[in-house]
């Protein structure tokens, strides 16, 4: 009876998830706690760059253990801009930077992007184990990079001034920006499920498991790996330009390896291979931290023995288990 | 008689039941307790925690419920625990901080919810200067002043050939700056090593064929250790003397880098044999019940939590009246474990700085002994940056 | 000259400690496909166990046995435990798994022996120093520390060329199910290689300790290090593994010394010392993604890794 329903359980379970994000800020107000809305809103955002690394790793198996590179560029590149532009002070050829979103986050994901490009050419023409030590060597590049750029903070990081303004309109309403948060993940989400059902997907995934019949068929899949770590990174950098609007802190922990560690963890709790998994990753591991944290400061003695049991038992993630036999497919 | 004895008995237990309906103060403390920083946090909290016992459990009179919890030395989830603390708990007065990161990642927020912060150990230039804030309060030090009192005593000594080093971040960079704004002599190369190195071996070579007369170094924590281990293998201890701030020589680290560490100069505002009344007996009842000596830390989390005491002793624990509370801060009416202390006009503090030689105690452990004092009531270098008055 | 020559002394040291960590980590990995993050763990392990022996008993070599001895067992506890479930697996859970790992032994070590790192002296008879480049003291101990790395690796090639047990190791690696078949209970072999390679990270650890911090995370530092000397080298590869360490225990050193005076040549002071030494950080994963742009296997890569 559960398999005939296992479609209708995986949709319910998406459904469930993204009414109760919609409806966070309004229990916030009914319970008198707005820290909730705080709290889940940092979700939302790690959860947007699990969702572009899922992308890549779900559909096209490329391990990436160097997300977080892409997450800091993303973060700085909005610090960077703002601090120039609350200080008036030039950058580059007399521009004082910015401290609109509209043009700062297209920034921020360019450059991240870019930065996508450059570590996807070299190390796209490795796979396995290569491919997860190479991703992680360029994340380490840019950590040490950050760590000292001294006219920035360096290892101490970087204060914002404030945040972002949007089209002229400041984002420190918590319920506001809240929502900006949400209405990009479910944005972000839609592109990659529309691209991931697109025969672009479809070469992707037929990369994953047949690389050899796929180059039979005439598909060379290079570039098309090429693009989807692109648009990953792309994206991530996103997720990044939210997190430093979020904290209005930067610091080269955010492209630290222990970063790009938890970028797979939330990938792999919520559910690889679903997109919407790791939503639910995001919300799950956060929340776990908080709870132990507050619980005890030998947290880590709980949450280590936790991810293990998780990758032995659950392999489907959360959502796999909500699905029932839904989730990945390998 | 007797009804009139048990009237005014429940007249007492009343009074006492009201005191105790009045909600206790509540303190959040996020500091480092895990990773290998942990041992720092942990060191705050137990001289907090002492100050709270010498108070009959409370701080100035008043009662006080202390939240504690990890940061992981991670500025986004301190971040989120400080916010948390404020937004849920109602938390008004923020303690605990030991890193400079995790500072600049969470006081500014703190304050901008209207919050008093006591940093207990991290000292940024930028909270002492520029982007120094009326209800920010620093107990401990301004990251520079260890640095600029050692820089005057090595001039003192005659010394004019100086190797220097120090790991390449800023921070780095501002404690080597400290060194040389009060050093007068000559620069013999300054050199920078990478965040976290394990192997010093090149350096060491370097440092030995610059034949410079000392070595000044800043290398917090682990670096520190493997630094000073190398260096001992290498034996250049008794030719080229090493001279650094009290980051890399608290009781704790020089125990474990062992006998390399004997007759290493190291620079602070605090020593366990420092000889006045506060300190003897925080060293002893720290001593007895922890059963280890106090480090540096212990001592900034004791005078803070004694900071914090005296405002609220002024102020009956009412944090409604913000200005008078501050204006209780600012006094710092308190006997500081450190003797003479008061706040400058950046509210961080102005006090002397002493040299330190680490000894072997009488209990067999490696401990620090004042050598001589090298400023009388010292200031930072960044109060006139401050708009605070 | 005479520097020059001590600092390729010291990059060589370096290398060989890191060889001494990679060796335990690239038998693993090329024997069972399994990445272990927790390699550094068992790297710490070793340091604990070493140390409190040492300080106890005040003999290195007991400290040594024992700190080999509980690196081994928990390293086949962890097998037994965890590992042996994860052979077949994705590389991605093996990441996952060793990550929790990682966690729980840093707070474990942390609730066992206490936040502050803890001490491990130099043997006396080895902290004298020996002139073997005229005029330039070398620690003897950092000697005893290449000699150990090269009798562990000449140790390592015997076992896996010459001996039975290394001809099981072989065929395991390349043909599970015909191994099994001659009989060889391939479980326990596992078991016992996985152990070993433990006990080598255990050795490494103690062998690190007089010149190390020793405090809970301490593996962590050292451990992309040897990641990346073992990328470098080509996975599973004895003789990769070697080169690779040497390659970086040399590139590291001599950047380290060498980039910020380069750098000066160009910049004003300030600016190149910080571009020269950001350099140096940078050095070693630049080496290694040009190594693996031209060879995408690592030097002496085979099959294995992918």
């Known amino acids: 009876m559960a398999r005939d329903f296992g479609f209708n359980r995986a949709t319910v379970a998406t459904a469930v998830l993204l009414i109760g994000l919609a409806l966070v800020p309004a229990f916030a107000a009914l319970f008198d706690n707005p820290f909730l809305v705080t709290m889940v809103n940092r979700a939302l955002i790690f959860a947007l760059a699990a969702v572009a690394l899922d992308f890549i790793m779900g559909y096209g198996r490329m391990v990436s253990f160097g997300h977080a590179a892409f997450f800091g560029l993303g973060a700085y590149t909005v610090g960077i801009l703002s601090t120039h532009a609350a200080q008036d002070l030039p950058l580059i050829f007399g521009w004082t930077g910015t401290n609109e979103a509209l043009l700062a986050w297209l920034l921020a994901m360019l450059l991240s992007g870019l930065y996508a490009l450059i570590v996807g050419l070299i190390s796209l023409r490795t796979s396995g184990v290569y491919f997860i030590m190479i991703t992680l060597a360029f994340a380490q590049l840019v950590f040490f990079a950050f760590v000292s750029l001294s006219q920035y903070g360096g290892e101490d990081g970087l204060a914002l001034w404030g945040r972002n303004t949007l089209a002229g309109i400041g984002l420190d309403h918590r319920v506001g920006f809240y929502y900006l948060c949400f209405g990009l993940l479910l944005a972000v989400w839609y592109l990659l499920h529309r691209l991931v059902r697109s025969r672009f997907g479809r070469v992707i995934q037929g990369s994953r498991q047949h690389e050899l019949r796929m180059r039979a068929l005439g598909y060379n899949p290079f570039p098309y790996k090429l693009t989807a770590f692109v648009i990953s990174g792309a994206l991530t950098g996103l997720a990044g330009a939210l997190l430093a609007n979020n904290n209005e802190f930067v610091d080269p922990s955010l492209t630290s390896w222990m970063q790009s560690g938890n970028f797979l963890v939330i990938v792999l709790l919520g559910g690889l291979c679903s997109l919407v998994g790791p939503i639910y990753g995001a919300l799950a591991l956060l929340l776990m931290e908080e709870v132990l944290i507050a619980m005890t400061e030998h947290w880590q003695i709980i949450l280590g023995p936790v991810l293990i049991l998780v990758v032995l038992f659950f392999r489907g993630g959360i959502f796999g288990v909500l699905s029932a036999g839904g989730g990945r497919h390998d | ?389 | 000259m005479q520097l020059f020559l001590e600092q390729m002394l010291n990059g060589l040291q370096f290398g060989v400690t890191l060889l001494l960590m990679a060796s335990g980590l690239t038998l693993v990995f090329g024997i069972m496909n399994l990445i272990n993050l927790a390699h550094g763990s068992l790297f710490m392990i070793g340091a604990y166990v070493g140390a409190t022996v040492v300080a106890r008993s005040g003999s290195f070599f007991l400290g040594l046995i024992c700190g080999m001895g509980a690196a081994a067992i928990a390293g086949m506890v962890m097998e037994v435990a965890i590992m042996r479930r994860l052979y077949r697996r994705d590389h991605l859970d093996q990441v996952l798994a060793t990550f929790g790992l990682i966690l729980f032994f840093n707070e474990l070590v942390r609730m066992v022996w206490g936040r502050q790192p803890i001490a491990m002296s130099t043997p006396a008879w080895l902290s004298g120093s020996v002139e073997i480049i005229p005029g330039i003291p070398y620690p003897e101990f950092r000697l005893a520390v290449i000699v150990v790395g090269a009798l562990v690796i000449g140790l390592l090639y015997l076992l896996i060329m010459r001996t039975r047990l290394g001809m099981w190791i072989r065929a395991g690696a390349s043909d599970r199910e015909t191994i099994g078949a001659l009989g060889v209970n391939i479980r326990l072999l596992y078991t016992l290689v996985f152990g070993l390679g433990a006990c080598l990270a255990g050795l490494a650890g103690v062998m690190a300790a007089p010149f190390l911090a020793v405090q809970s995370g301490m593996g962590e530092n050292i451990l992309i290090l040897t990641f990346v000397v073992i990328v470098i080298g080509g996975i599973g590869s004895i003789k990769g593994a070697v080169a690779g360490a040497l390659l970086i225990g040399v590139a590291d050193t001599l950047g380290r010394v060498y980039l910020p005076p380069l750098a000066a040549l160009w910049l004003p002071p300030a600016a190149a010392s910080n571009l020269g030494t950001s350099l140096a950080s940078m050095l070693i994963y630049l080496v290694m993604a040009a190594v693996l742009a031209v060879r995408p296997q690592g030097l002496f890569g085979g099959a294995h890794g992918s």
């Open chain 2, 1 to 389: 008689m007797k009804w009139q004895k048990s009237y005014i008995a429940a007249a007492v237990l009343l009074g006492a039941a009201a005191v105790a309906q009045a909600a206790p103060v509540k303190i959040g403390m996020v500091t480092t307790l895990s990773t290998p920083g942990g041992y720092l946090g942990d060191d705050i909290r137990k001289g907090f925690l002492l100050a709270i016992d010498h108070g009959g459990g409370k701080l100035g009179g008043v009662e006080v419920e202390v939240l504690v919890e990890d940061d992981g030395l991670n500025p986004g989830t301190a971040r989120q625990t400080v916010t948390r603390m404020i937004q849920r708990d109602g938390v008004k007065l923020m303690t605990g901080v030991v890193f400079s990161n995790v500072a600049m990642a969470t006081v500014p927020q703190a304050l901008k919810e209207g919050v008093f912060y006591i940093s207990p150990n991290a000292g940024p230039a930028a909270l002492a200067g520029e982007r120094c804030h009326e209800n920010y309060f620093n107990v401990a030090y301004q990251n520079d002043n260890f640095d600029e009192a050692m820089g005057q005593y090595v001039s003192d000594q005659g010394i004019d050939n100086v190797y220097l080093l120090a790991p390449n971040y800023p921070a780095g960079r501002d404690h080597l700056a400290g060194f040389k704004r009060y050093y007068k002599g000559k620069v013999a190369a300054e050199v920078y090593t990478q965040l976290n190195q394990t192997d010093f071996a090149a350096e060491i070579a370097n440092i030995r064929a610059a034949k410079p007369g000392a070595v000044f170094f800043f290398l917090p924590g682990g670096m520190g250790i493997n630094f000073t281990k190398q260096y001992a293998q290498a034996g250049l201890s008794e030719s080229i003397p090493l001279f650094g701030p009290a980051f890399s020589f608290d009781n704790t680290l020089v125990n474990a880098v062992g006998e390399a560490a004997l007759g290493i100069m190291n620079s602070a505002q605090w020593s366990a044999d420092l000889d006045n009344a506060a300190n003897k007996r925080f060293v002893a009842d720290y001593t007895k019940k922890y059963g280890q000596a106090p480090t540096l830390y212990a001592a900034q989390g004791y005078d803070t939590a004694q900071l914090i005491g005296s405002a609220l002793a002024a102020t009956k624990g009412d944090l409604s009246k913000p200005d008078e509370f501050r204006a209780a801060l600012r006094a710092a009416k308190f006997d500081s474990v450190r003797g003479d202390f008061r706040f400058g006009n950046n509210h961080h503090p102005i006090q002397d700085i002493y040299v330190r030689k680490v000894v072997r105690g009488d209990d067999g452990k490696l401990t620090n002994v004042v050598v001589a004092k090298v400023f009388d009531d010292h200031q930072d270098a960044y109060a006139a940056e401050c708009s605070l008055k």
